[in-house]
Structure formats: structure tokens, C-alpha cells
């Protein structure tokens, strides 16, 4: 038995009195974060509208510092919370475990003494004379049911049963021990540095700390979270929880439902505002390439979140980030839960968590979200980074060695992910658009050949495609007069070649993209691509819509690749930007059309 807690103490320790401590921890966790919102959504808006000048741009700056401090005790409260009702349920289940052995103690008249020993009566019959065998005092020697019973006289049954009962006596006390101590070390880890301000490197403690406390919930809050269920079943889930259960998941693991398939926007975009946080801290004052890499994407992120929406752009929901892989980021310009249609971006070759998705990606979103309200103001269009898309190496030429690998595991992610979409959505059968670009193309095409295909999509839009994988419009699942295409006339990735003409390009001393066109030159008129039909090609059959040329391959400054760049921009091509609103929108009937390849 430990010196530091006996059997009595476990028994009559208060768990409530835990739960009480942890709904107070729960308050103030709940206050900051109302704080946050205030200064967030309602003092730094005024602010911004109302105030201009270097005093009011200073006054921006202090009340975001307030907000990022709130937020921080916000985190903090929350794990102690967390940590406290994690001790209650664990030191719960040890009393149980003590409170049966003590009711058989009872139940057989035994006594169960203060040092865990428990005393039996006489019982059985001895091997002479057959009189009762006398009683005695079992004490724990280990583990239960490590120590067989001796089989060279006969035993007094009563023996056993004390045995055993000792052991588990002695072993829920060693249980709870180990317990206290491991949460003690926890709750004295979890505090601030003194100050007012929250630099990254306390959030690089928090996040320690977090972890930390995510460990220890496991068993809590973990196994409860419905990672195998359909985004249906986890919206429901998410629906059944009380509201201080949805605080402590959202405290303790926002990366967890952060990025959790069928749980609603707005809860998604407040975990993950919050893991955001997290992830700076994780990755700050990291030195090797792909967290800085990581770092800058998150940064540049952070920054439009907490910048003031310029009139007329949507809102931003940050739906999911994670430093997996080459890095998770799902954005949102405008509620997909509340919008009537719905267009979700796959970027393609290239694509990571730095700071040109941050930038550029992300911006192709905003654009179709801003250009799709304008002709109808329930709309939002998603980026989606939820796979790893295929690295360059060595710049056009890399783009032939793409497989098919990522774009079907990527394409699994997203059905998932538009499942959550028509899950949570609350306008009963919304108009979902799914827009590939590039490699993009290809995934999407990946996703509409797996289970029923990408669930609740109506429309797909496919851009700078090397093609999808299927040979037919009417092979990707909404058939062939809800697919459209844009394919810029300088865009060398819409011309990529087929294997069969690599081969034949491999032949030549060319390499890079001059290699591309020496295949098409050695078999006229194909219309295959690397991964199937060209889908700007009527043997493919899909609806192609206009688009700009685009800058031409060669340049007095050399190699270009813009042609592939431009689809969204609504400056540089503006038909192929407005045909993308109005396909999302809802209004495909108003796309022009543009003759086939």
C-alpha cells in the first residue's frame, strides 16, 4: 500500500467536488472566450469602419494583442477543465473498482483493514478429522491473480476469496496513486507566464500543454469521437452532446473536430481558429524546411482571419488545418452551412500549406465566391488543401510523372468532406459544385468513381485538366451536360501527352515541355491525354466555355506556365472567372459555349 493514500481515502474522496472545480475552470474559460468574440466581431468592426488614421490603426493593433491574450486564457482555462474532470472520471473508475471489492468483503464477512489486509473466517475441511480449516489475513501480493493458490494441502476457500479481494483493493489504491500523481504534474504545468502579452513562444507552451492534456483525456473525451462514423452520424453525435461537453471537446481537441467531416461550420471555424494558434506555436522555432514552409502558410492565414472582410467579400471559415503531409488547409469564403450553392476548389500539382496557397489559392476561392454572389448572394465557394497533391521537381517536365495515387486517396478525402457539406447544410438540397484545377481535375475525377460517386455534387468544373481518368463526361456521375471545361490555348498542362506520345518524345534529345509537343507532332489529332480524354475534346463531350489564351509557353523571358494560372483571376481572364460564378451560382444555362479541341 502507498503511504500517500489508503483504501479509506479513495472511498471517500469527492469526485463531485472535482466536477465542481472543473465547471468553475469552465466559467472562466467561458468568459474569455465571449471577451474574444466581443473584441473580435464587435469593437475591432467598429473600429475599422468607423476610425481611420495611424491612432486608430495603433487602437487595431492593442485590441487584437487583447483578443489573442483572451483567447489565450480561453485555451487554458479550458485544459484545466478538461484535466479536472479527466481526474473525477479516472479516480471514478478506481472507486468503483475498490467500492465492488469492499460490498463482496462485506457480503462474505470479511474485514477489510486499514493496511488493505483482509481477514477471513475458518471454512472447509482439513485433511485429518476433517474439522474446519482456521481462518486467517490475506495481504496483496501483486497483481491479482498472479500468485496461484498452492496445490500441496488443501485449502481454506475462504483464502482465496480474501486473497483476491486484497489484491484488488490494494491494486484500485496503486491505481488512483499513480493517477493523482500523473494529473498533479499536469495541473502544475498548466500556468501562465507572468504579463500581459501572449507571444508565440507561449503558444508553443500551450500547445505542449494541450497535448499534454490530450493524452491524459483519452480515455475521457478521445474514444468517444466518432472518427469511423459517416459525416451524417457525426453531425448527429455532435447534436447529442450538452454544452459543456461541446466546450471541452472544443478546448481540449480542436484539431480533432476541428477537421472532423459533418460537424457544422461555425463550430469547425471556431476549433480551428484555435488550433491555428496551436500549430504556430508547435511549428515556431522549428529550422527545418517544411515547418518554416508550413509556418509562412499559417501565418499568412492567421493574418486574413483577423483582417476586416473589405465590403462586398464574404466572410472567412477556416474549416480545416493541419501540418499532415505538405499540410491541411480547407477555407471557406461564406457559411456553407447557410449558402444555397456551394463550390468547392481542389488545387492541383504543386499545391502545399506555404504561403502561395495562403496567397494565391485562397484568392481563387474569394474571387468565385465574390463573383458567384453577385449573382446570387446565398453562395460560397470553398479552397480545398485536404489531400497531398503531387510536388514539383523540376518544373513542366515533373508533371508527367504524376500517378494516380494521390488523386485517388485525395479523392476518398473529399467525398468525405462534401458528404459533411450536404450533411450540415440547412437548406435541405443545396447546389454543390466541385471545380478541379490542374491535378485537381484529376482527383475529382478520382472521387467520382468511388462508392456512388462525390456525394451531393451537381455540377463539376474542370480546369488546366491533364485530364480526369475517365474517357466520357457522362462517366463522372452528373451527367454530361452538368460538366464543364476550361482549357486556356497556351496552357501546356491541357496538352500534356499521352503515354503513348511521351515515348515517343523520350526518343528525341528534347526533354521538358518541347517534349510534349514532339509527341503530338508524332501522332496527329489525338485527343489522349495523360490521364484520359482531353476534356476540352468532343470525343469527351463535356460543355467547354471560353477562356483567354493565356500568355504564350515562350517568352523573351523563357518558360512560362501563367496560361495555367489565370482561370480564376478575374482581370486577367474574366470570361473563364465569370463562366466559374455562374456555374456556381446556379445559373449554367448562361455559360457561353466555345468549340471543341
Same mark, same amino acid.
Given at each position: 500500500?502507498?503511504?500517500?493514500?489508503?483504501?479509506?481515502?479513495?472511498?471517500?474522496?469527492?469526485?463531485?467536488?472535482?466536477?465542481? +472545480?472543473?465547471?468553475?475552470?469552465?466559467?472562466?474559460?467561458?468568459?474569455?472566450?465571449?471577451?474574444?468574440?466581443?473584441?473580435?466581431?464587435?469593437? /475591432?468592426?467598429? /473600429?475599422?469602419?468607423?476610425?481611420?488614421?495611424?491612432?486608430?490603426?495603433?487602437?487595431?493593433?492593442?485590441?487584437?494583442?487583447?483578443?489573442?491574450?483572451?483567447?489565450?486564457? $480561453?485555451?487554458?482555462?479550458?485544459?484545466?477543465?478538461?484535466?479536472?474532470?479527466?481526474?473525477?472520471?479516472?479516480?471514478?473508475?478506481?472507486?468503483?473498482?475498490?467500492?465492488?471489492?469492499?460490498?463482496?468483503?462485506?457480503?462474505?464477512? #470479511?474485514?477489510?483493514?486499514?493496511?488493505?489486509?483482509?481477514? $477471513?473466517?475458518?471454512?472447509?475441511?482439513?485433511?485429518?478429522?476433517?474439522?474446519?480449516?482456521?481462518?486467517?489475513?490475506?495481504?496483496?501480493?501483486?497483481?491479482?491473480?498472479?500468485?496461484?493458490?498452492?496445490?500441496?494441502?488443501?485449502?481454506?476457500?475462504?483464502?482465496?476469496?480474501?486473497?483476491?479481494?486484497?489484491?484488488?483493493?490494494?491494486?484500485?489504491?496503486?491505481?488512483?496513486?499513480?493517477?493523482?500523481?500523473?494529473?498533479?504534474?499536469?495541473?502544475?504545468?498548466?500556468?501562465?507566464?507572468?504579463?500581459?502579452?501572449?507571444?508565440?513562444?507561449?503558444?508553443?507552451?500551450?500547445?505542449?500543454?494541450?497535448?499534454?492534456?490530450?493524452?491524459?483525456?483519452?480515455?475521457?473525451?478521445?474514444?468517444?469521437?466518432?472518427?469511423?462514423?459517416?459525416?451524417?452520424?457525426?453531425?448527429?453525435?455532435?447534436?447529442?452532446?450538452?454544452?459543456?461537453?461541446?466546450?471541452?471537446?472544443?478546448?481540449?481537441?480542436?484539431?480533432?473536430?476541428?477537421?472532423?467531416?459533418?460537424?457544422?461550420? /461555425?463550430?469547425?471555424?471556431?476549433?480551428?481558429?484555435?488550433?491555428?494558434?496551436?500549430?504556430?506555436?508547435?511549428?515556431?522555432?522549428?529550422?527545418?524546411?517544411?515547418?518554416?514552409?508550413?509556418?509562412?502558410?499559417?501565418?499568412?492565414?492567421?493574418?486574413?482571419?483577423?483582417?476586416? +472582410?473589405?465590403?462586398?467579400?464574404?466572410?472567412?471559415?477556416?474549416?480545416?488545418?493541419?501540418?499532415?503531409?505538405?499540410?491541411?488547409?480547407?477555407?471557406?469564403?461564406?457559411?456553407?452551412?447557410?449558402?444555397?450553392?456551394?463550390?468547392?476548389?481542389?488545387?492541383?500539382?504543386?499545391?502545399?500549406?506555404?504561403?502561395?496557397?495562403?496567397?494565391?489559392?485562397?484568392?481563387?476561392?474569394?474571387?468565385?465566391?465574390?463573383?458567384?454572389?453577385?449573382?446570387?448572394?446565398?453562395?460560397?465557394?470553398?479552397?480545398?488543401?485536404?489531400?497531398?497533391?503531387?510536388?514539383?521537381?523540376?518544373?513542366?517536365?515533373?508533371?508527367?510523372?504524376?500517378?494516380?495515387?494521390?488523386?485517388?486517396?485525395?479523392?476518398?478525402?473529399?467525398?468525405? #468532406?462534401?458528404?459533411?457539406?450536404?450533411?450540415?447544410?440547412?437548406?435541405?438540397?443545396?447546389?454543390?459544385?466541385?471545380?478541379?484545377?490542374? $491535378?485537381?481535375?484529376?482527383?475529382?475525377?478520382?472521387?467520382?468513381?468511388?462508392?456512388?460517386?462525390?456525394?451531393?455534387?451537381?455540377?463539376?468544373? /474542370?480546369?488546366?485538366?491533364?485530364?480526369?481518368?475517365?474517357?466520357?463526361?457522362?462517366?463522372?456521375?452528373?451527367?454530361?451536360?452538368?460538366?464543364?471545361?476550361?482549357?486556356?490555348?497556351?496552357?501546356?498542362?491541357?496538352?500534356?501527352?499521352?503515354?503513348?506520345?511521351?515515348?515517343?518524345?523520350?526518343?528525341?534529345?528534347?526533354?521538358?515541355?518541347?517534349? $510534349?509537343?514532339?509527341?503530338?507532332?508524332?501522332?496527329?489529332?489525338?485527343?489522349?491525354?495523360?490521364?484520359?480524354?482531353?476534356?476540352?475534346?468532343?470525343?469527351?463531350?463535356?460543355?467547354?466555355?471560353?477562356?483567354?489564351?493565356?500568355?504564350?509557353?515562350?517568352?523573351?523571358?523563357?518558360?512560362?506556365?501563367?496560361?495555367?494560372?489565370?482561370?480564376?483571376?478575374?482581370?486577367?481572364?474574366?470570361?473563364?472567372?465569370?463562366?466559374?460564378?455562374?456555374?456556381?451560382?446556379?445559373?449554367?444555362?448562361?455559360?457561353?459555349?466555345?468549340?471543341?479541341?
Amino acid at each position: 500500500m502507498t503511504p500517500t493514500l489508503t483504501w479509506a481515502q479513495l472511498r471517500d474522496l469527492k469526485c463531485a467536488e472535482l466536477e465542481g +472545480a472543473a465547471d468553475g475552470w469552465g466559467k472562466s474559460s467561458n468568459r474569455a472566450d465571449a471577451a474574444r468574440d466581443r473584441i473580435e466581431r464587435q469593437m /475591432l468592426t467598429g /473600429l475599422r469602419d468607423t476610425q481611420e488614421g495611424e491612432a486608430a490603426q495603433a487602437a487595431v493593433a492593442r485590441l487584437r494583442q487583447l483578443g489573442r491574450n483572451f483567447q489565450y486564457v $480561453y485555451t487554458e482555462c479550458g485544459l484545466v477543465r478538461t484535466t479536472l474532470n479527466s481526474l473525477a472520471h479516472e479516480m471514478k473508475t478506481q472507486q468503483r473498482a475498490l467500492r465492488e471489492a469492499l460490498d463482496d468483503a462485506a457480503a462474505l464477512r #470479511f474485514t477489510v483493514h486499514a493496511d488493505g489486509t483482509v481477514s $477471513y473466517p475458518a471454512g472447509g475441511e482439513g485433511l485429518i478429522g476433517g474439522a474446519p480449516l482456521r481462518g486467517g489475513t490475506a495481504a496483496s501480493s501483486g497483481p491479482p491473480g498472479l500468485v496461484p493458490p498452492s496445490g500441496l494441502v488443501a485449502p481454506n476457500p475462504n483464502a482465496a476469496k480474501a486473497q483476491d479481494i486484497a489484491d484488488r483493493v490494494t491494486g484500485a489504491v496503486r491505481a488512483a496513486a499513480e493517477i493523482d500523481w500523473r494529473y498533479a504534474g499536469i495541473l502544475r504545468r498548466l500556468k501562465a507566464e507572468e504579463g500581459l502579452k501572449v507571444p508565440d513562444s507561449t503558444w508553443k507552451d500551450a500547445a505542449g500543454d494541450a497535448a499534454e492534456v490530450r493524452d491524459a483525456a483519452a480515455a475521457y473525451l478521445e474514444d468517444a469521437i466518432p472518427h469511423d462514423a459517416s459525416p451524417a452520424e457525426r453531425r448527429d453525435w455532435w447534436a447529442g452532446l450538452t454544452q459543456e461537453q461541446r466546450e471541452e471537446y472544443l478546448a481540449v481537441y480542436p484539431d480533432r473536430i476541428g477537421n472532423l467531416d459533418g460537424i457544422p461550420a /461555425l463550430v469547425r471555424d471556431a476549433a480551428n481558429r484555435d488550433n491555428l494558434q496551436l500549430l504556430i506555436g508547435k511549428l515556431e522555432g522549428r529550422d527545418d524546411e517544411r515547418s518554416m514552409t508550413q509556418l509562412a502558410g499559417l501565418r499568412e492565414i492567421d493574418r486574413q482571419l483577423g483582417a476586416a +472582410a473589405k465590403p462586398g467579400e464574404p466572410p472567412m471559415f477556416l474549416l480545416g488545418v493541419s501540418d499532415e503531409g505538405n499540410g491541411r488547409a480547407i477555407v471557406s469564403y461564406g457559411n456553407p452551412d447557410t449558402a444555397k450553392h456551394v463550390a468547392t476548389y481542389v488545387p492541383g500539382l504543386n499545391t502545399a500549406l506555404d504561403k502561395d496557397f495562403a496567397e494565391g489559392d485562397l484568392k481563387r476561392a474569394r474571387d468565385t465566391a465574390i463573383g458567384a454572389r453577385y449573382y446570387d448572394p446565398s453562395s460560397a465557394a470553398i479552397s480545398w488543401l485536404g489531400y497531398d497533391a503531387p510536388q514539383a521537381i523540376d518544373g513542366l517536365s515533373s508533371l508527367a510523372v504524376a500517378g494516380d495515387g494521390r488523386a485517388v486517396e485525395g479523392g476518398r478525402h473529399f467525398n468525405d #468532406f462534401t458528404a459533411g457539406l450536404a450533411a450540415t447544410n440547412e437548406n435541405g438540397d443545396p447546389h454543390l459544385t466541385a471545380i478541379g484545377h490542374s $491535378y485537381g481535375s484529376r482527383t475529382v475525377g478520382a472521387a467520382t468513381q468511388q462508392g456512388d460517386g462525390i456525394p451531393g455534387i451537381d455540377d463539376i468544373v /474542370l480546369l488546366g485538366s491533364p485530364g480526369v481518368g475517365v474517357d466520357r463526361a457522362e462517366d463522372l456521375g452528373v451527367g454530361r451536360d452538368h460538366v464543364f471545361v476550361g482549357a486556356a490555348e497556351n496552357d501546356v498542362v491541357t496538352k500534356m501527352p499521352s503515354k503513348q506520345q511521351v515515348a515517343a518524345g523520350a526518343a528525341t534529345a528534347l526533354s521538358g515541355p518541347f517534349a $510534349y509537343f514532339v509527341g503530338d507532332v508524332a501522332d496527329p489529332g489525338d485527343d489522349d491525354l495523360w490521364f484520359g480524354k482531353d476534356p476540352a475534346s468532343r470525343a469527351f463531350g463535356a460543355n467547354r466555355f471560353p477562356v483567354d489564351e493565356g500568355p504564350g509557353v515562350v517568352s523573351r523571358h523563357g518558360l512560362s506556365s501563367d496560361a495555367h494560372s489565370q482561370y480564376f483571376d478575374p482581370v486577367r481572364d474574366p470570361a473563364s472567372a465569370n463562366s466559374i460564378a455562374l456555374i456556381s451560382a446556379g445559373h449554367s444555362e448562361k455559360v457561353k459555349s466555345e468549340e471543341y479541341r
